[in-house]
């Protein structure tokens, strides 16, 4: 079987859709993990021991097991429970908190680097300790982590592919779809390919030259 | 739940066959991060450049859309043989494991300071000797800790291999759950036994870790009876006053 350039062409229209998709759902994906990690960290060292042995079981439970078994989880079992929900809903919960598991880890080693004496500060300007979070801590803390971060919306954005084993129409799916309708592989796959390691290629490149930003300022 | 009993053979199955999977592709991994990582350091710019385009390709995409080209389209480019799923598995995983391997080895590689490859070769040691003898020794103890993320990550990577046709752990599962239809049961169970191989994966690697030839001797060096050898009486008295 050899390349077949119209057939490529034809099935462009679909596999763009799968772009767009990939790209709203690695959107919607990294709100959730930074959003969400960010909570998990100021959880886990303010709530306590209660607060912080729940939030070091979760991190452990989402690193631990693979997502395809907790994108199956979720999209067979919790319909058992009662939850019943869309598959890319459900994709898109799994992806973010996982990945809000692995950010807590960032933030929480970002917020124990910063000095004591600027909490006491704080204190002694008689700040609320949310302001002191709100407008101190976080945002430190948030800076910080950055580099970091953006990793994992890169491992997010690779990770996307994955929500086709539970029928979310991103890319990798759509290039499923368009080779069971013709029964023509090759195409789809390679393109599909080249399109996820093309998308990457900005990312990366952005990526490099904030850090490169990053580190001349801190300097 | 009871009727869960009888697939315990199937599971078995299922568990050992990732098992393996994940342990030959992590040594697979490891093989290709050490060959690519030392290229990227090479002083030869075509090298250095080969190994870090494979790089950078390896890490653009997800390992799933790797096993998926190479498994399906592949085989349709005229004159390419069709590899068994195992294989193919095993070869795509280790591939994109080792890129990401290969950065691991390569931080590790530069942190290990350049006059210890200086005096080797100033001592007359070859190239590969000076690498495999002095340097990388040194560079394991930083590698190996970074390795050991990688390899409970390529653990959960291994999932992958059920749409390839592979029967393993997952697609075990996911045969139980047609047949039961006690979904619940059957995805907790496979979280706990993945949960387990990892576990298992990370106690292995802090095994290597310690026993790593700079870990031990620093280790060595730490001890109370440490104090007892003579080297450092000569060093306490000459620094303290008489």
């Known amino acids: ?219 | 739940m009871t009727g869960l009993i009888e697939f315990l053979p199937a599971v078995g199955q299922g568990l050992l066959t990732t098992a393996s999977i994940a342990v030959l592709s992590i040594v697979g991994c490891a093989l290709v991060a050490i060959v690519l990582g030392v290229a990227r350091r090479s002083r030869n710019q075509v090298v250095k450049l080969a190994a870090g385009s494979i790089v950078e390709l390896l890490r653009g995409a997800s390992v799933l859309i790797y096993l998926f080209w190479v498994y399906y389209a592949l085989p349709l480019v005229p004159g390419l043989p069709h590899f068994s799923p195992l294989v193919v598995s095993i070869v795509v995983l280790s591939l994109v494991g080792g890129a990401y391997g290969a950065e691991i080895v390569v931080s590790g590689l530069q942190a290990v300071p350049r006059g210890q490859a200086e005096a080797s070769q100033a001592l007359g040691l070859s190239k590969f000797l000076t690498l495999t003898r002095i340097v990388l020794p040194q560079a394991l103890t930083q590698i190996v800790p970074a390795f050991a993320s990688l390899a409970i990550d390529m653990v959960k990577w291994t999932s992958v291999v059920s749409f390839v046709g592979v029967q393993d752990l997952l697609s075990v599962a996911n045969t139980i759950r047609t047949i039961t239809y006690s979904t619940v049961g059957v995805y907790v169970g496979v979280a706990l036994l993945y949960f387990l191989l990892c576990l298992l994966t990370s106690w292995f690697f802090q095994r290597i870790e310690h026993s790593l030839p700079l870990n031990r001797a620093l280790r060595a060096a730490s001890t109370p009876d440490a104090r007892s050898c003579p080297a450092t009486l000569v060093l306490k008295s000459q620094g303290s006053p008489p």
């Open chain 1, 1 to 219: 079987m050899s390349w077949d350039w119209d057939y490529a062409a034809s099935i462009m229209p679909q596999l763009l859709f799968g772009v767009v998709v990939t790209i709203l759902v690695t959107i919607a994906c990294s709100a959730i993990a930074l959003a969400g990690g960010l909570l998990m960290a100021i959880v886990q060292m303010n709530a306590g021991r209660a607060g912080h042995y729940a939030t070091r079981v979760l991190q452990e439970i989402f690193r631990g097991v693979p997502i395809l078994v907790l994108l199956y989880f979720g999209f067979y079992a919790l319909p058992e429970i009662g939850v019943l929900l869309p598959g890319a809903v459900v994709g898109i919960l799994v992806l973010g908190v996982v990945y809000a598991a692995y950010c807590s880890e960032v933030y929480r080693g970002a917020l124990m680097t910063i000095p004591v004496g600027l909490r006491d500060a704080s204190a002694a300007l008689g700040l609320s300790p949310f302001a002191m979070w709100h407008r101190v801590l976080i945002p430190i803390a948030v800076r910080k982590s950055l580099p970091a971060l953006m990793n994992y919306v890169l491992v997010l954005y690779k990770q996307s592919s994955f929500l086709f084993a539970i029928g979310v129409p991103v890319l990798l799916a759509q290039a499923q779809l368009a080779g069971y309708q013709s029964f023509r592989y090759l195409e789809p796959y390679t393109i599909t390919g080249v399109l996820y390691v093309l998308m990457n290629v900005p990312l990366v490149l952005y990526q490099r030259r904030f850090n490169l930003r990053l580190a001349a300022g801190s300097s």
